[in-house]
């Protein structure tokens, strides 16, 4: 079965940057290989519903923001290391959350029931 998992959460002060990185291993998708999933990045804050913040798709061009974190964050892909990066930059502590990587087959989604494959999630607080 394979695996997503989410590294590079951690603590950081307003206007500060992360970069937020999600390996997939362990095993081999149902269908497809990394390079024909769309990725996800969703977060979900203490007491809220779990929210996308923007994807990549398998074609790796024009990735999709939510309006909250466009201008600040970006999305990339490597094939190769079959690796998703969220770098995230300006920092506010609006995005503090539970920061979840998932994955979709040859099609793009921003709601959580559209995606295949979850990671654990790794924690982002933003916090003086």
């Known amino acids: 079965q394979v695996q997503l998992a989410e590294s590079g959460g951690g603590l950081v002060y307003p206007g500060g940057s992360l970069r937020l990185s999600c390996a997939v291993s362990?095993?081999?998708?149902?269908?497809?290989?990394?390079?024909?999933?769309?990725m996800a990045w969703f977060r979900q804050a203490p007491g809220k519903e779990r929210e996308v913040v923007g994807y990549i798709s398998w074609r790796g061009s024009s990735p999709y923001y939510t309006d909250s974190v466009k201008g600040r964050f970006t999305i990339s892909r490597d094939n190769a290391k079959n690796t998703v990066y969220l770098q995230m930059n300006s920092l506010k502590p609006d995005d503090t959350a539970d920061y979840y990587c998932a994955a979709k087959y040859f099609q793009n989604g921003v709601r959580p029931q559209d995606y295949d494959y979850w990671g654990q999630g790794t924690q982002v607080t933003v916090s003086s």
């Open positions: 362990g095993g081999t998708f149902s269908r497809g290989t990394f390079s024909t999933y769309t």
